[in-house]
């Protein structure tokens, strides 16, 4: 079965600096894909980037960067030049297919909480 | 556009009793999913839906029961609501091919006394 495991609780960062949200991943499907959301404190979820397991490139979007390393079944998520709006939870996920039809299920990580500091 | 409603945003239930959340996309998606959100936790599926007239059960579907009549409405009703039961509920839609991003709505934090 699927897994998802982040082993970061919380992180702090400072304004302007990059940081990296650790996400490693188990899977015996070829083909997967892996997502990342950020639910700020007002609660929704925010989709921010997402990589297919056949993709060569690392997946990019604005300041996220998703640093793929499929040997390692690890999928981190870099924000570059963090904001004082980025403080949030951050969940990595990726699809089941044993649920959710062909779209599949998203499995969560249990999330990592960021605070970045003015 | 108004992406995926969500209502109620709060609610509190006493034992036993009943209640329906809604859940409403304007996208056109056929894919539907009820999620919940413990303390602390990530997101577990209930129940989904990949079109209007079909659900299916998720991980986590005892307790809940859902309908799906139309493509844009997807609501979960609680029969004799538990404690157990007290979460935050996520309404999610998605397209049926690309990246199957899920568009989610604002949730509904909902508790069980």
């Known amino acids: 079965a699927q897994k998802i495991t982040q082993t970061q609780p919380g992180m702090f960062v400072q304004e302007k600096e990059a940081v990296t949200l650790d996400c490693t991943y188990d899977?015996?499907?070829?083909?997967?894909?892996l997502f990342w959301y950020k639910q700020p404190s007002s609660g929704e979820m925010i989709f921010l980037i997402y990589q297919g397991s056949y993709d060569e490139q690392n997946a990019t979007e604005g300041r996220y960067s998703l640093n793929f390393q499929k040997a390692r079944k690890s999928a981190n998520l870099v924000i570059s030049a963090s904001q004082l709006g980025d403080s949030a939870m951050y969940f990595c996920a990726m699809r089941d297919p044993h649920y959710g039809g062909s779209q599949g299920n998203l499995i969560f990580g249990k999330g990592t909480k960021l605070s970045v500091k003015p | 556009n108004a992406g995926v409603t969500q209502t109620p945003k709060f609610r509190i239930l006493k034992i036993g009793q009943s209640m329906t959340l809604q859940c409403a996309q304007d996208m056109n998606h056929n894919y539907m999913y009820w999620y919940r959100q413990d303390p602390g936790m990530g997101l577990k599926l209930i129940y989904y839906s990949v079109g209007a007239g079909i659900t299916d059960k998720g991980e986590v579907p005892n307790g809940y029961n859902v309908s799906r009549s139309t493509t844009e409405d997807f609501p979960l009703r609680l029969e004799l609501a538990a404690p157990s039961q007290t979460s935050v509920y996520f309404c999610?839609?998605?397209?049926?091919?690309?990246?199957?991003?899920?568009?989610f709505g604002s949730g509904t934090q909902l508790s069980v006394l």
């Open positions: 999610a839609s998605s397209y049926e091919t690309g990246p199957e991003k899920l568009f």
């Open positions: 899977t015996s499907d070829q083909s997967y894909g």
